[in-house]
């Protein structure tokens, strides 16, 4: 058995079997909930702390949810965003954190990499839970993402899946690339503007693609990337109508892809720039399941790092 | 019986019935409380999330306390009150909460009717309750004004009850009518300078009167509203002192009112604009019981709409 | 035996044998938190909330990990920070709580004083502790700073403290003052810039040394203060490496005091302004056991003013 983990920060490297388990766990999470029992009191007497550099309510509330439903105790942080919050600064915040005996700090910051600086300069027992690093890495959301097609789409070995949108900054790209390569994906197909594109060498396991109507050609599932709208400038096109014409996820896209393909994004949506709106609502969009597998994921990885 | 209520959006139209066990149901909690019981475990493992998109913290940390002495979790959504929040956008946020697997979501919003339309978008079972809207509505205020004069003046038929300052734009005053008319009360009177009067139509079980003096007259209970200062410039009022000079309620006036008729408002009181403090700290201030009575009209609520 | 404490809102003429005990009762929740005990049911159903007038993540966090790990609920009321909040507008705020049923008010305040204003003004059997206000006291600050001079030098006759850096407008100076006076310390030694010392005066107990060199010679604990950096400009010290130069401890000045002298800070320290960063990480250092404690002593308040 692979072992238990202590700290989450990225899915790159993790064993498919380590994987797998904590999928596992969070379907272990989805079925003790769906049977009435909302909470279980596996982090009893645990203290989570949310440490967000960056705003994000939605994942934030997430894990909040989680940490509670797990009967843990969530203290939020509330982190100026302004502050450089970097350096030595940044680990005598740790070590104060540190002091004040929690379990695990669950940390959202711009600079890719924190996360990882945070475990070298641990010096208690504490788990750090990456909930986003720069462009770097998402694991929960790359985690969520794996447990929403394996609902859909077991049989990962004979898979294709497209991510489309802003890839080179997406670290909920990078984080799907690692979770759906270690369940044994082989086509992974990524698409965007050439300017949103990464290099081609850091993804040695995947098909660039620049053209949308090729790449989703007869995929299972396609993942939309939230388009920031501060990005547009770095594209050759000159509007977000542009953006959607080329980018965009509609009707007629969808229907170049597998029969029942899977519509994903993790949220929140542009409608009308990435995706249109009756994509985003149709009978194929997974979006909410998403959130809700969100969730569970996360206790489950709570439950992984936390339990005794 | 009347039926339990799913959602609480507005008390217009709700029968006496089910306005009565909410107030009964208050009582009950308050009494709970009062013997020491600081928690009930009535919504154990239930989750209650304040979606407020405008700030209140008075209004918020009430439902929080009601919540939590109910046992369930509260999870503060942290919405920036800049973004406009409407539309497509809101019911994204909506469904995104739902697919989270929450029990009740508490919203307050400046559009008036907003938790209406989150009603009619809601996909699952939770339960939505309005905190404020607009002009419109904020039912737990006109409960808890209920169960205020209730507890003093229980003979409803035979009341006289007088609203007072910016009636056009006060969900307080339409909350406070809705629940004191479907209670028996026959002798509402609004009154206002004429600029910030509602329209007649829109009140025809009340009196609009514009004279204070003449509106107070041996009333029961009084219920003063807070002028928004930049209401001031609507009016024909040159200033904060004659606004206290005609609407204001100070020792003179109340004694216009029957002997011991109870003081209300919402707060936060504007001292020496709407009312005088020694007024406000008086015998006859039933100010801070709202407050306290508000705590248990919204454990009352809450165990109506998520108790099994 | 000295009586039970109601409000905490400085240690000054608190009897020795008061201090004594909330140390004591540090210690035991110490103990009970390291057998893996994290929650203590000591204050089930009771809830405290956080007032801060002032922005501090760290303080308000270590009062809600305590008050958390009692079993109390926790609410904290998200006060503007730029308005005014004091006199009339500051007793409503005071008093709606109140009337609200909490337990406790946590609360800091720019203004020296304003805890025990609201003590005054308190109506109800609520307790008042007060996490800093303006120059004033900063009790609890006191009694953690306390603690870990007694952990590990408990001779408190024999011992020799400084405290250096802007004495003059530190409530944390203030507060050991009185913590440490109390508990027997005779040798205490205030140092820093002239524009930054208080009236000797008011420290007629202490001894006043401008020269830090002087100040520290022998001592068995050094408590270093953090530097306002908007200060700077009142001392007659060109910048901050002049600054340092003076008042800042490195090394070579640390060798000056007892072996094994203690290091202390209230934190978030300013490296290379008042500390440098090899003494704020050095063996010597007790920042982080300050921390820590800081959470066993906010406990033992919380457990004094309030177990039933």
Redesign the interface.
Known sequence: MSPRLRHLTTLEHLPRETIERLLDRAMAMRDA?AHG???IDLL????V?NLFFEPS??TR??F??AA??LGA?V?N???GFSSANKG??LY??L????????DAIIVRHKVSGTPDELVRHAMSGVSVINAGDGNRAHPTQGLLDALTIRQHRPDFENLSVAICGDVKHSRVARSDVHALSALGVRDIRLCGPASLMPAAEEFPQCRLIEDFDQAIEGVDAVIMLRLQKERMAQTDLPDEAAYFRQYGLDTARLARARKGCLVMHP???N?GIEIA?DVADGAQSRI??Q??N??FVRMAVLGELLAR
Chains 1, 2, 3 share one sequence.
């Open positions: 909930c029992t909302r909470k009893a007497g645990r203290t702390l309510t939605r509330t997430s909040e949810l509670r439903r105790d203290v942080f509330d982190i030595e600064e005598d915040t070590h104060t954190l540190e002091a004040m005996h929690l949220g929140p949506i409608r709106s909410l399941e959130v809700g969100g969730v």
